[in-house]
Structure formats: structure tokens, C-alpha cells
């Protein structure tokens, strides 16, 4: 199949991609913005491949999403592409609403215009808002806290629309949160074990009592792929790992695989809006065929193991952009916690 998948030099995008180019066989076109979390070394090993083509470009940007769609007859897209740190959703909201509402809005128009046969968008957990006991269905309602889940629920709820209205065969998946190699270090896992490489403080919100349900990269592709080729259209499909854990449970557990003292755990103030708990039903992606197969423990030591042994690819972000973001976001967090 020839597929355009959007965000492709990002985390969860370039995992995906080099899995339908490398496993699937497939003919992929990555379109990519390359914005501060692109990043064209997570898909170098691809350059070359005849079934694999980069585009650098945005999903707004109207007259380029046409021309490629026709250009290279493309059959079916995944749009991976997405403003997705929820940190970063309170300092700049509107960055959020321009790519993942209105950017999804112009690669879904241009699909349907072009006759592509299958759209897959990929969503979140969050839009079912924070979930105190029990877990989120597909057909819960949508509750989203932050710009940053509104913004997806736009997205997800926009391409749903184009099922009900036009007929147009989409799929949505709402995956958890996931983690494993070349994620930027401004999310969870990754920030705190290269801080702790460096014996840095980990900033840790609030109580650290906050539940999420992890899910390895590699599963939650496989999950997009198999939902993309199988799933009905018009419906969802909630992805989840099975791995539900505590903050400071996974923040001990990744000290512990480096070997660092748990005295670098700093409880700072939290983030507003900070949502508690997500979790989901995955039941009916289950019944589809797709299942995890990365167990937590395994999953997270190999995760710390790739930052330990790849320090060059994080080092490089680190002195970047990302100093000026550090600082806003924690610069006074941690003074307040008692010193950097
Ligand atoms: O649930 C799926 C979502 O998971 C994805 O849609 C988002 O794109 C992804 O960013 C993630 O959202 P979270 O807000 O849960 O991920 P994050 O890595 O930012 O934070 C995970 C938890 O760790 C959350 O409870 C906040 C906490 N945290 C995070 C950071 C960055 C801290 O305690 N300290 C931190 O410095």
C-alpha cells in the first residue's frame, strides 16, 4: 500500500514508519514539519530505501498536502503528526490548536478530495479526561482538561465526522502513554533518566501519586498498523498497555535500573490542570486481533539502557532549544523544592 504518514521523523511517527517500510512492506512518504521534537536522525537509517520517501512540510499547509497526495497516489494515510507535550500546551495553547485541530482538518479535506481509501488518526487517551476509578470505553463521553487533549479531541472528533457525514473511511486510535527510544526528553521517562545519568534532580509533580498506563513504542505501532489494515470504519479503538503505575513508582524503578540514589527525586509544584489517572477498556482492539507483548519491567530497563548507551542523540537536544524550556518550566519549581 502506499501510505503517507505525517510526523514521521517524530517519536511514536519514526517507529511506525520504519515498521511499514522495514516489516510491512509498504511504500511510505513521511511528512514532517521538523518542528522542535522532529528529528531527522530518528529515520536516517531509512534514507535510501526506494519504498521510503521524506517530504519536509506541514499538514496545514493546504496546497502541499494536495499536490503530494496525487502526486505519489496515495492510498491510505496515518496522521501521526501532533503538537503533544501537555507542559507545553499551557505555555503556547495556540500552537496546539493550529496542528492538531486545523492541520488535521486540511490532511483529512485533501484525503477525502483525493479518493484516499483509508485515513487512520491517531489520538489519545486523554481526551476521556482524567479517569478516577474504572476505565474509559469508546463510547464514554470526551472530557479533556488541558489545550493540549481539547486539541486532540478536536482532531479525533473532526475525523470521525467525516464517517458519519461523507462516508469517508476513517479509524481512530486512542493509545496510552508510551514510551521507548528517541522520545524527546521533555516527557516523563525520558527527562528523568538522562537527568539521572547526569544526577540531576527529577522533578516530580506534585504527590507523584498520578497514575498512568504505559505502553512500549513497538506495541502501540503495531497496534496503529493492525487498526489501520483491520478496523472497522468509522469506529475507535482505545490501546493501552496493561501497565498501570504510579509516578514515583516508575521514577524509583528507573533510578534504580542506573543505579542512582532515590535523594534525586524532587517533589515540585504540580502541573495545573494536572489530570490524576487515565485509563482504558481495550477490549474491543483486543477482539480485533492486536494484543501487548512488552512487559513493563523489560520494556523500561531496555528504554533506560537505550538513553544510558545513546547519550549523543539526547546530549545534542539537551543543549539546545530545550535549555530555554527547562528553565521556564522548572527553573523556579526546583528552587522552590530546594535547590537545583
Ligand atoms: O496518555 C497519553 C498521553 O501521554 C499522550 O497523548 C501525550 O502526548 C503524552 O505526553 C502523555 O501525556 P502525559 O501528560 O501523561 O505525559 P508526561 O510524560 O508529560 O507525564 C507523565 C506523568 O509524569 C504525568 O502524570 C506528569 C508527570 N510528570 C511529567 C513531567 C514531564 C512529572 O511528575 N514531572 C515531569 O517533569
Not at 507542559?87 to 485541530?101: E, H, K
Not at 490542570?273 to 531496555?302: E, I, N, S
Request: charged share 25%; aromatic share 10%.
Amino acid at each position: 500500500m502506499k501510505i503517507l504518514v505525517t510526523g514521521g521523523a517524530g517519536f511514536i511517527g519514526s517507529h511506525l514508519v520504519r515498521r511499514l517500510v522495514v516489516q510491512g512492506g509498504h511504500e511510505v512518504v513521511n511528512l514532517d514539519a521538523l518542528k522542535y521534537s522532529g528529528n531527522p536522525a530518528n529515520v536516517k537509517d531509512l534514507e535510501g530505501k526506494a519504498s521510503y520517501r521524506f517530504v519536509h512540510g506541514d499538514i496545514a499547509d493546504q496546497p502541499l498536502v494536495e499536490r503530494l497526495l496525487r502526486e505519489h497516489r496515495i492510498e491510505g494515510v496515518i496522521n501521526a503528526a501532533a503538537e503533544t507535550h501537555v507542559d507545553r500546551s499551557i505555555l503556547d495553547p495556540g500552537s496546539f490548536a493550529r496542528t492538531d485541530v486545523v492541520g488535521t482538518g486540511v490532511l483529512i479535506e485533501e484525503s477525502r478530495r483525493a479518493g484516499v481509501l483509508r485515513f487512520l488518526q491517531v489520538s489519545t487517551d486523554e481526551v476521556y479526561g482524567s479517569v478516577e476509578t474504572g476505565s474509559s470505553t469508546e463510547d464514554d463521553q470526551l472530557a479533556p482538561r488541558s489545550p493540549y487533549s481539547a486539541s486532540k479531541a478536536g482532531g479525533d472528533l473532526l475525523a470521525l465526522s467525516y464517517w458519519t457525514t461523507f462516508r469517508f473511511p476513517v479509524v481512530v486510535t486512542r493509545g496510552s502513554n508510551t514510551y521507548g527510544p528517541n522520545q524527546y526528553p521533555e516527557k516523563f521517562i525520558p527527562l528523568f533518566v538522562t537527568n539521572a545519568i547526569d544526577d540531576q534532580p527529577l522533578p516530580l509533580y506534585g504527590d507523584g501519586r498520578q497514575r498512568r498506563d504505559w505502553l512500549a513504542v513497538e506495541d502501540h505501532c503495531a497496534a496503529i498498523e493492525h487498526v489501520f489494515l483491520q478496523g472497522e470504519p468509522g469506529h475507535v479503538y482505545n490501546v493501552g498497555g496493561g501497565n498501570e503505575r504510579e509516578n514515583i513508582t516508575v521514577a524509583e524503578q528507573m533510578l534504580a535500573y542506573l543505579n542512582k540514589p532515590r535523594n534525586l527525586i524532587r517533589f515540585v509544584h504540580d502541573r495545573p490542570g494536572h489530570d490524576r489517572r487515565y485509563a482504558v477498556d481495550c477490549g474491543k482492539v483486543r477482539q480485533l486481533g492486536w494484543k501487548p507483548t512488552v512487559p513493563f519491567d523489560v520494556g523500561l530497563r531496555a528504554t533506560v539502557e537505550w538513553y544510558r548507551t545513546n547519550e549523543s542523540w539526547w546530549r545534542k537536544i539537551k543543549s539546545g532549544e530545550f535549555r530555554a524550556y527547562y528553565e521556564e518550566m522548572y527553573g523556579k519549581r526546583l528552587l522552590d523544592a530546594g535547590g537545583k
